[in-house]
């Protein structure tokens, strides 16, 4: 288990968050400026909170009133920052090697490290940075791993490079990570556990499909960034049209591209904007994906209703305006159907099973 | 080689290598510790130390000499004191080192202190988060990054030494062989008739040698600086 509860008076707000989570990845998804990295700076032990307590795994980090604090260097936490943090004035190899060589040549491996072995950091792309610095931490180690925003200082190409590296990082590696993000796609993607952070405190905390497909949730999220994720099976693909066929629990979509082998599994995560819903069954429509569905919860906001949907075992969230809601007569029970454009969901959307 | 400078002369140069040599050798871990207390250490008395050590570069020289003398004196407070134990300072070549080192530790001091600065916390803070002490920290991280401002403020202090004469004449006074540094020696022979061919061969060779010091740290902080940044 993975307990925290850190208070501290930060300029001008307030930092009270409280949560447990079990190990996985538990992403610490907000707005930015909601405390995110004070939360893991604290973990870290790179900022000392005015009270709380922090506990990994039945070892006690932090605890105020215990007046117990463990040093960072002792804390066995690998640290991934947003801006990867390598030694300027050391190889690859020697960055890689600083906290220790547990599991050395798995690491390198897993990785895809060993070109860069003998180059110095300046001579490394962002995403090469950051696979170092993700490496580097593997190596001491940890027994949590901390990731502030490792992508957002990437480009999208850097980001589609280095998502499935921190996919087989959660699927083979075992080791708990609690990640910040405030992009719903990666969350979507990597996290099992989401504990969403607003004004310094935690607003949500729960399984990555039951947060993120909440209409409760939307507003902390942003409209924007709503979105449910769905668990999905390669069913057909249509090597013509170029297009690949879906087995959801509700029905079958397809979606343009190759996304992998039939009978492959795969996370989706699917934009609450970029879904439309219907009373009626459409016809003649260019979208194909259409889902039966039932309205499972509502929630209004100042930009507008975020309605929760569930088709068969899986949840989606849709959008729409206030008026559109009194238009359709939602409320929960209905059923009706929800129409996803199938060229809406981005590739950065798709992510492997888990 | 030694033809073209007199005896004495050789002689007032190999002390001022040595004086200089000793001087920075022995405030190099203070100097290194001051810098280091500057550039990151928040504590009360923080602008204290900050003005002692500044307060050489102020100071006329003869000023600090004077001080040097009357607390390092054999009727001086600390000077009688470490009599006993057979350390002593007055006029002997210790004595010379040791007015050396305190003229020059503003300079030493200084680059080291930017250059502690100028470490990014960030790294600092990355190398203790894989579990690195602070003492491995400052050994891995923070030495080797400042590292060219350390080598700066070394050269830059051993120059300052060789060209003391205040502070130097002042408390030590300026008796050959022991304490007839190169600048002494050249006031020396510039008082004796006759004396100016000594004075002018002494002056080359300072010449020489504050280039030589130069050229040498600017050549090994553009080597350490390509090693650092890479």
Known sequence: MIEVHVKKRLGGFDLDADFAAPPGVIALFGKSGSGKTSVINAVAGLMRPEAGRIEIDGTLLFDRTRRIDVPVHRRRIGYVFQDARLFPHMSVAKNLAYGGSHERDRVIEMLGLSELLDRRPAALSGGEKQRVAIGRALMSHPRLLLMDEPLSALDAARKAEILPWLERLRDEAGLPILYVSHAASEVARLATTVVVMEAGRVGRVGAVAEVLSDPAAVGMIGAQEAGAVVRARIAGLDRIDGLTELALSGGRIVLPGRLGGIGTHLRLRISAQDVILAREKPEGLSALNILPAEVTALDEGPEGVAVGLACGADRLLARVTRRSARALRLEPGLRLWAIVKASAVAPDDVGGAA | MTDWLGPEEWQAVRLSLKVSATAVAVSLPLGLLCALALAKGRFPGRQLLNGLVHLPLILPPVVTGYLLLVVFSRQGPIGSVLEPLGVSFAFRWTGAALAAAIMAFPL???????????????????????????????????????????????????????????????????????????????????????????????????????????????????????????
């Open chain 2, 108 to 230: 030493m001091v200084r680059p080291m202190r930017l250059a502690f600065e100028a470490v990014p916390p960030a790294l600092e803070q990355a190398a203790a988060t894989l579990g690195a002490s602070r003492l491995r920290v400052f050994v891995t991280v923070t030495l080797p990054l400042a590292l060219p401002g350390v080598v700066a403020g070394a050269i830059l202090a051993f120059a300052k030494a060789m060209g003391e004469f205040g502070a130097t004449i002042t408390f030590v006074s300026n008796i050959p062989g022991e304490t007839r540094t190169v600048p002494t020696a050249i006031y020396a022979f510039l008082q004796m008739p006759g004396g100016e061919g000594a004075a002018l061969r002494l002056v080359a060779v300072s010449v020489a040698l504050a280039m030589g010091a130069l050229l040498i740290s600017e050549w090994l902080s553009r080597r350490i600086a390509r090693r650092v940044a890479a």
